[in-house]
Structures are given as structure tokens and as C-alpha cells.
T-cell receptor, first 114, second 116 residues
């Protein structure tokens, strides 16, 4: 079935350094890839997304890259700050399927050390 | 932006009782809502897709008689955990998307269910 793998499961970086989280999806029909940030006990919040017709998207310190051939997509956070500490989930979806189901990765717990 | 309201945020119930969780889209219409379950430090596991005016679609391994879903209007879906047991204790989160256009999912605040 559809599957999204996410690595690493935990990531610690020094404040100011960059963080990279990688996901791999199995369904080649997937064409939409959102990233969510979830702080402890709170709802997941969409931070950035990318569609399959684009290879890269950037929003200030956050960027996402997509390699459709390899079925990989990655989240890049530059100049990390303590408030970036949270769990990050990637997801893949096929917007043409009509179901709008998201398949989530297993999550990455990011710790930014001050 | 789109807001999804989930209620209650926390509930403690006794084993054998039923608990209803509500999910509302406050400023948009949602023909489809999704119910997820999240175990501590784990990912979001899709339980079922709630479709307005029709039966919910359950994921493999999810008991439809145990987790009753009703999507009676374009702004409200409910999840009822029937005859709850301690193993049903978990964090349940709903999500919804605007029926117009290819908008992303927006999540509710989640409900922490504890069954004693």
C-alpha cells in the first residue's frame, strides 16, 4: 500500500545551524507534499507545501525540495532557532484521486539547542 | 485562515461508556473530514474518511462499529468511541479541507481520551 518513510526520527542541531529532514514516498501518483509542524499537545500546523510541478519552494528560512524521479522530498530549515523545536511530519497525497487522503511520515523530533 | 474546532479537548471516561468527539469547520464548508489517531511520540494514523451525507470510509484494521462516524452537515463531523476500553486511550485529531479548490488540510486541536 501507500507508504511514506521519514528520516531521521530525531534530530538535534545547534541554534543557527541548518536542519534537513527527508521523506520518501511509494505512490508515484502522489502530486502534493505538505509539511506540518506539531508542538507538544497541539495541532499540526502546515508550514510549507509543494506540488509535483515544482522542484523547489522557499518561504523565508524554510524550503522544500522535490525529486519526482527518486520519489524523495526534503524539508530544509536554515538559521534554526529554539522555537523551531517541534515534531515535523511530511505527507504525500494525490489531489487527483478525489479522496484527498494524506499519508503521513513517521515524524521527526527536532531539537534546537541554544 | 481556515479554522477547525474540535471538542472536547480532554475527556476521561469509565470503561464501557461511549464518548462523542465533535469536529467543526468554522469558516468553510468541508465535504470531507478525516479522523486520525496519534499515539505518544508517534505519527498520525488515519482512521477514517468522513463524507458529508454518506457513510464513512474506514482504513484497514479500524473497527467501524467501535468508532462511529457521522458527518451530518458540511461543517460538522462526529466520532463516537463506543464501549470504550483503556486501550482506546489516545489522542484523536480531526482534519478538514475546504470543499472549494485544492486547499490543504487543517487540523483540529485534538482530543485526549483517557479511559479508566
Amino acid at each position: 500500500g501507500e507508504n511514506v518513510e521519514q528520516h531521521p526520527s530525531t534530530l538535534s542541531v545547534q541554534e543557527g545551524d541548518s536542519a534537513v529532514i527527508k521523506c520518501t514516498y511509494s505512490d508515484s501518483a502522489s502530486n502534493y507534499f505538505p509539511w506540518y509542524k506539531q508542538e507538544l499537545g497541539k495541532r499540526p500546523q502546515l508550514i510549507i507545501d509543494i506540488r509535483s510541478n515544482v522542484g523547489e519552494k522557499k518561504d523565508q528560512r524554510i524550503a522544500v525540495t522535490l525529486n519526482k524521479t527518486a520519489k524523495h522530498f526534503s524539508l530544509h530549515i536554515t538559521e534554526t532557532q529554539p522555537e523551531d523545536s517541534a515534531v515535523y511530519f511530511c505527507a504525500a497525497s494525490n489531489l487527483n484521486s478525489g479522496t484527498y487522503k494524506y499519508i503521513f511520515g513517521t515524524g521527526t523530533r527536532l531539537k534546537v539547542l541554544a | 485562515g481556515a479554522v477547525v474546532s474540535q471538542h472536547p479537548s480532554r475527556v476521561i471516561c469509565k470503561s464501557g461508556t461511549s464518548v462523542k468527539i465533535e469536529c467543526r469547520s468554522l469558516d468553510f464548508q468541508a465535504t470531507t473530514m478525516f479522523w486520525y489517531r496519534q499515539f505518544p511520540k508517534k505519527s498520525l494514523m488515519l482512521m477514517a474518511t468522513s463524507n458529508e451525507g454518506s457513510k464513512a470510509t474506514y482504513e484497514q484494521g479500524v473497527e467501524k462499529d467501535k468508532f462511529l462516524i457521522n458527518h451530518a452537515s458540511l461543517t460538522l463531523s462526529t466520532l463516537t468511541v463506543t464501549s470504550a476500553h483503556p486501550e482506546d486511550s489516545s489522542f484523536y485529531i480531526c482534519s478538514a479541507r475546504d470543499a472549494v479548490g485544492n486547499s490543504p488540510l487543517h487540523f483540529g486541536n485534538g482530543t485526549r481520551l483517557t479511559v479508566t
